[in-house]
């Protein structure tokens, strides 16, 4: 018998619970009470009850039925679940809740959060890139240059990684200035470079062509030096 009631115990089965809503309840401004009040009402839906009584719901928790029908109702107002009526092939009308507005809150905030978060990832971008400049040039930028280097992000939207790549680029060839960065850009956009792999390999083209064109003819090749090839974005 004891068994019997064991394996009973054992069927009752599992609950469906995205893990972010146990991580994000607080954000949804909802407290334990309220959360456990919803895993209630979703195990009763799942187990084929989609209106359980706060009297059912209150059975299962450690708050009286007036407090169950305040938690509900709070719920309700903060829009994490509906009551919808509906209409059976016989025409029987019946009510149910609805958890799709939770759903869709949590959808809401994560979106919130990556924007929230990839927001602060631009703005560390760029106060890396200024700092960045300012280490190069070794003083600190002239409102010219932060100009400069705000229009470059903010009116052709280049990414900082490209900025300082072209930053890289001016050190190397010793032309370290603002307009020599800028030309680099400009040529980088023409040619429709957008990132660090794209712009490795345009160098790495663009150097092989300088070496050709200089290159001497035959006759005197043999007394030529070879000229090392430098790629700054490997170092």
């Known amino acids: 018998m004891a068994k019997e009631h064991l394996l009973k115990w054992l069927q009752e089965g599992n609950i469906s619970v995205p893990g972010v809503l146990l991580t994000n309840y607080k954000d949804l401004n909802l407290n334990e009470c309220e959360l456990v009040l919803i895993l209630q009402v979703i195990s009763f839906i799942e ?59 949590l959808i809401e905030l994560f979106l919130h959060k990556e924007k929230r978060e990839s927001q602060l990832k631009h703005q560390q971008d760029e106060t890396d890139l200024y700092t960045c400049f300012e280490r190069e040039f ?5 409102p010219f240059e932060i100009e400069s280097l705000t229009l470059w992000l903010d009116d052709d939207h280049h990414d900082p990684h490209i900025i300082k790549a072209a930053l890289r680029e001016a050190v190397m060839s ?4 603002f307009r020599y960065i800028d030309r680099i850009l400009f040529e980088w956009k023409r040619n429709g470079i957008k990132t660090i792999e794209q712009a490795k390999s345009y160098g790495k083209k663009f150097r092989q062509n300088q070496q050709q064109a200089s290159r001497p003819d035959k006759e005197s090749s043999s007394q030529a030096k070879s000229v090392p090839f430098y790629n700054w974005l490997e170092q």
Request: charged share 35%; net charge positive; glycine share 8%.
């Open 138 to 142: 070794g003083r600190p930028l002239s």
């Open 47 to 105: 187990k084929g009850n989609d209106f359980p009584t706060p009297v059912e719901l209150s059975s299962r928790m450690t708050i009286s039925v007036s407090e169950c029908t305040d938690q509900l109702r709070r719920l309700i107002q903060k829009g994490c679940i509906e009551i919808k009526e509906e209409i059976t092939k016989d025409g029987i009308r019946f009510e149910k809740y609805d958890i799709e507005p939770l759903w869709g809150k």
């Open 174 to 177: 010793g032309k370290l200035n």
